[in-house]
């Protein structure tokens, strides 16, 4: 039986049990995937209301807005939600490199065989 979650077209997000979205960031133009976050009900919220991508961050237990010490703020172009609203999809224009390395995107790295190998 299908949910009215899965198939309608009300935003009905599905929080796991700590209160959590997973959300993936690509970019709007190349399409890359830049980082893959989590949002709880106030970080989507700020979202939503500012247009710059907001996110829950696990490990310091607070929210926080991307870019708001480096200044490489991601601006949201879209957002979509997956078919049972547990995972959202950010689409952006970042600012400048995403990842807290410096990188363009979190996924700069490849993996080959059994050992990483740095993508460019």
């Not at 009300?10 to 980082?35: I, N, Q, W």
């Not at 907001?54 to 957002?79: C, D, I």
């Given at each position: ?17 700590s209160g959590?979205l ?16 989590h949002m ?23 929210l ?5 010490t ?5 601006r949201?172009?879209?957002l ?12 952006a ?7 807290h390395t ?19």
């Amino acid at each position: 039986m299908t949910h009215s979650r899965d198939t309608g077209l009300t935003l009905d997000p599905k929080f796991d049990s700590s209160g959590l979205l997973t959300a993936v960031v690509t970019d709007r133009v190349s399409g890359d995937v830049l980082m893959v976050a989590h949002m709880n009900a106030d970080a989507l919220a700020q979202t939503q209301a500012t247009g710059e991508a907001h996110f829950w961050s696990r490990s310091r237990q607070a929210l926080w807005r991307k870019g708001e010490t480096s200044g490489n703020v991601l601006r949201v172009a879209e957002l979509r939600i997956d078919c049972d609203q547990d995972a959202i999809w950010v689409i952006a224009d970042a600012a400048g490199p995403t990842c807290h390395t410096g990188e363009r995107t979190c996924f700069y790295r490849r993996i080959e065989g059994d050992g990483l190998v740095t993508a460019e």
